[in-house]
């Protein structure tokens, strides 16, 4: 993977400042998620090199950064949105991690999350990450008992922006497929743990009532600019269309009885260290 270090960048972070704003909101669910943790793999201590792949806006390498300053973290991302100022043992690069990897030295835990729509051949990925690896990914929405359908509108959505995904090469749904990718790719010692994330303030447990308002949120605030991307290039719909779709995407989306959630998946194993990837 060939990578232009930026380091702790100059250059002013690009981007869009409500995407990135929903991206720090979506690391704030997931971290309560894991009752405040930033990994679940088992990485000691005194980690020295960490990659986080995809790294969006760096929130997770900059608070890995903070807790192990024993480490270099490195975050690498298509898009230069990271911020300039980060602990002075966090670095980011400007790289596409679908090309080949080209690290010289090998990496004591690799982190690869959310990154469900913008991968195109994820056993690839599985195989150029070595030693730990933890990716976690939302998938489909499903209820327990609430008013969610296969006939609402949010469930015919979510199919027609899988579809319309995959129709461009990338997979919308990897969440329940990581454990059998990370297994194929040679990974030993793997675990996996499948937590949900509600819609929503509608359940009774304050944690998940709390990740379901921030979900919620996060849902609402990239609704539109997701629809209108797939649909109108995928499904050739017209703004306007998009836009009535999305204010009933809206209703379903606020409506408690819905009972509305869908699948956060956390998986992590380690390579033996003579594998050859
Ligand atoms: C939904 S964001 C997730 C960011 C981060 N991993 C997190 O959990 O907050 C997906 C990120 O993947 C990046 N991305 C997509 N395709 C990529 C590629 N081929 N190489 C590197 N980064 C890529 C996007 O620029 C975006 O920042």
Avoid at 19 to 46: C, F, K, M, V
Avoid at 47 to 61: E, F, M, N, S, Y
Avoid at 150 to 167: E, M, N
Wanted: proline share 7%; charged share 25%.
């Amino acid at each position: 993977m060939a990578g232009a270090t930026m380091g702790t960048r100059t250059k002013q972070p690009d981007g869009n400042k409500e995407e990135n704003d929903r991206l720090d909101l979506y690391h704030h669910i997931q971290t309560l998620s894991l009752d405040g943790e930033l990994h679940l793999a088992p990485i000691g201590d005194n980690p020295q090199r960490i990659l986080d792949v995809g790294t969006g806006t760096g929130i997770w390498a900059i608070d890995m950064g903070d807790k192990y300053p024993s480490a270099e973290i490195l975050g690498n991302d298509i898009s230069p949105i990271q911020p300039n100022l980060v602990p002075p043992n966090v670095k980011f690069e400007v790289d596409d991690l679908e090309e080949e990897w080209v690290y010289s030295t090998k990496f004591d835990y690799i982190h690869v999350r959310y990154l469900a729509c913008s991968i195109r051949d994820w056993p690839k990925l599985m195989r150029q990450c070595f030693k730990f690896l933890k990716p976690d990914f939302d998938t489909r929405f499903y209820t327990k008992g609430g008013e969610f359908t296969k006939d609402t509108k949010l469930s015919q959505w979510a199919d027609k922006v899988a579809d319309g995904l995959r129709k461009f090469g990338a997979e919308p749904d990897p969440g329940p497929q990581i454990e059998g990718w990370v297994t194929e790719a040679g990974f030993q010692s793997i675990e996996a743990r499948t937590f949900p994330f509600p819609v929503g303030t509608w359940p009774k447990d304050k944690k998940l009532k709390e990740i379901g308002a921030f979900n919620l949120v996060q849902f609402l605030d990239n609704l539109e600019a997701l629809t209108m991307r797939i649909y109108q290039n995928a499904w050739g719909w017209r703004p306007e269309e998009v836009k009535v779709l999305c204010a009933e995407l809206r209703k379903e989306l606020k409506n408690p009885k819905m009972l509305l959630q869908h699948n956060y998946y956390v998986v992590w194993g380690q390579k033996p260290l003579n594998a050859v990837d």
